[in-house]
């Protein structure tokens, strides 16, 4: 019994050790593969086929001593920061624009700088990067450049003899027709914990469209405050038009994203908001009607239609990423591979945060997606953009402006005490150091 | 000799119990007595936490109104289910018992809900609730205007009712269960005794299968009392805590101030609190049973 219980001993101990000596990293040697791990956002299969075909096999091809470990991590915001915490976690790894300053204040994050002075990024739009500097410093490359538009069925339009809407009086006569008509107007989900941030995209529409690109501009950078009748009259009138069952019936409290845009595919809804990522489900979805976009309408007199830009994901790498050069010199060669590029975006690829003539486009490609880059450069260059809530708002704030949204519109509090709340957000935000980014 | 014999036998069954103690020292133990730590701190999960005292506790006890209707939605979910599936798993058990043939089959069917992962029950059960695809149409086709108008997600009134609808649904199947194995425990010469002495159904009931079962009874309202405190999956699959803060339960709060808004100090001085208010429910419901017994 004494001999059985000490080789128990033995075997528990050896598993022990085993379990702890296989968890240490081996040492590097020069001239081996060195492997970049990257983590990323929860994204579609045809997304993940999209990266490997053409950013990381082309890159591993021209660099065979690198290898790209690209894992995809449903709720990455959580595990991630549990992996810093801990002093873990992958070289590099997607967020989203409003953790930037969470992320840089934790110091858990490095800069890009060393590598914009080897004139990595160069090509990266100035306000896109702009949107992602602390203290000075570039602290994430932008990705993906979004600009948001509204959706409408043509079909629909022509057999009810509706036109797009280009201002306030339109917009809500062919709303108040739709919904007579028992169609759905703006069909938009927002229950369910990532969907509830789809507020911002139709919000965003309205302070844009309503109070306009400059005055959304001073309350954030603080030369104006909330009381400033053009920011209360943005969200007002939201309040108004989804009081009205303009938004999806009131239904954004219940349904979630695909669940609004089944109504859309089904031709129950006539408009459906959504940003320039509906590339992805352009080439994905089979759609069987007619359909095109437009400019959010102007919602007040003297403000012009415009499209809000922002940017998608960023990369943030790990202060103690293992390789920090090769994860910088594999997304550089995403932004300068052309060729590849122009294959991604013309497969379903979002475009990067970066000039893209939409005529380098195969004539094969669906004809929606080179409109939609189409419209983004008319809108680009015409300087009808305005700034979406993800990029050109701190995180507390714009998480509260699209969490807290729902006790106004169900009237179970103020739009005066919401609207109090995201000052005080904000101005702490900007105490912090939170700067506009244009 | 007695006693070096007893010694030796005390170390050896601790020394195999030590491997799962470690275990659940190392993942349960540490960081929950550290949540007492880092409720003291601002920390945001990153980074270094800065001591602010108690100032989480202040905020959660005098200001955080959400988190006092997130507890409040605790209360009423303890309510619900320590009442609802339990009559009807009970009342279910005792029509099973008695059937001759096809009690597997029931037992079977009434259990698939509960082996049904809580997050694809809940994405089914949204689509069910759907007021353009799910049974609103179909209510809707049957004339039913008024109820199928009624937007059981989407109503801050009935949206807690709606979730827990489906978790009650999920729950009983497994209570149903329980309750048969201690149906059939009791002994059928109780009852033929009962009925020669001229008692009926309701105290046959009442005075030989309720307290027959008792323990049964009493495991699944304590699991069913602190379960309530800690539900989180239907809810935030469902509803997210929303609309507005309707559903919201001390659990998703915690969650939202944890991964979302940056506030895990806050978040733990919250979990402290849940921890303690679940503890002091177990221990006067064990002190209840304990009366009831004696």
Known sequence: MKRHNRFLSLVLALMLAVSVLSAMPAAVAEGETVTVNIAWENTTDDAVDRWHTYFIEPFEAANPNIKINFEVIPDITTVIKVQLAAGTGPDVFSADNVDIMEYWNSGTVASWDKY??????????????????????????????????????????????????????????????????????????????????????????????????????AWMSGEVDYTDPRITGAFQLFVDHWNNGWVNEKQTVSLDMNSALALWYQQMALFQVQGSWYVGSINSTEIDFNYSMGYFPSLKEGIEPNMNIGIGEVVMMNKDAAHPDEAAMFFNSIYTDEANLTAAIANGQQILSRAFDANKLPESVNPHIVELYNFMSEASSENKIGYTIWTFVPGTVAYSLYSDIETVLLGEGTLEDYLKNLQALLDEAIAAGWKFAL | MAVKGKKRRFSKSHFYVLPAFLLHACFVT????????????????????????????????????????????????????????????????????????????????????????????????????????????????????????????????????????????????????LFLAALQQIDPCIYESADIEGVNAFQRFIHITVPMIRPTLSTIWMLTIIGSFLTFDYIFAMTSGGPGNATEVAATWIYKHAFQKYEVGYAMAMSLCVCLIAGGAYFLFHLVDREVDA
């Open chain 1, 116 to 217: 914009l002075e080897q004139g990595y990024f160069a090509d990266v739009f100035d306000w896109a990067k702009d949107a992602c500097q602390m203290e000075g410093q570039l602290a994430a490359i932008p990705m993906s450049y979004e600009g948001m538009m509204l959706w409408y069925n043509e079909d629909m339009m022509q057999q009810h003899g509706w036109s797009f809407p280009t201002n306030l009086e339109e917009y809500e006569q062919i709303c108040a027709d739709a919904l007579a008509a028992d169609i759905v107007p703006i069909a938009h989900g927002c229950n369910n914990s990532k969907g509830r941030n789809a507020y911002m995209h139709i919000m965003g529409d309205y302070l844009n469209a309503y109070a306009g690109p400059e005055a959304f501009k």
């Open chain 2, 30 to 177: 540490v960081p929950g007595l550290s949540m007492i730590y880092f409720s003291l701190t601002n920390w945001t999960g990153l980074g270094q936490a800065g001591f602010i005292g108690l100032d989480n506790f202040r905020r959660m006890i005098f200001t955080d109104a959400i988190f006092h209707r997130a507890l409040g939605n605790n209360l009423i979910w303890v309510l619900m289910m320590s009442t609802v599936p339990i009559v009807i798993s009970l009342l279910l058990a005792l029509l099973i018992v008695k059937l001759r043939r096809l009690q597997m089959f029931y037992k079977s069917a009434l259990f698939i809900p509960y082996v049904i992962a809580s997050v694809v029950a809940s994405a089914v059960w949204v689509q069910m609730y759907n007021k353009y695809f799910g049974f609103p149409r179909l209510l809707n086709t049957m004339g039913l205007t008024g109820l199928a108008a009624v937007n059981w997600l989407g109503d801050p009134k009935l949206a807690i009712y709606s979730v827990a609808m489906v978790r009650m649904w999920s729950q009983w199947g497994f209570f149903i269960v």
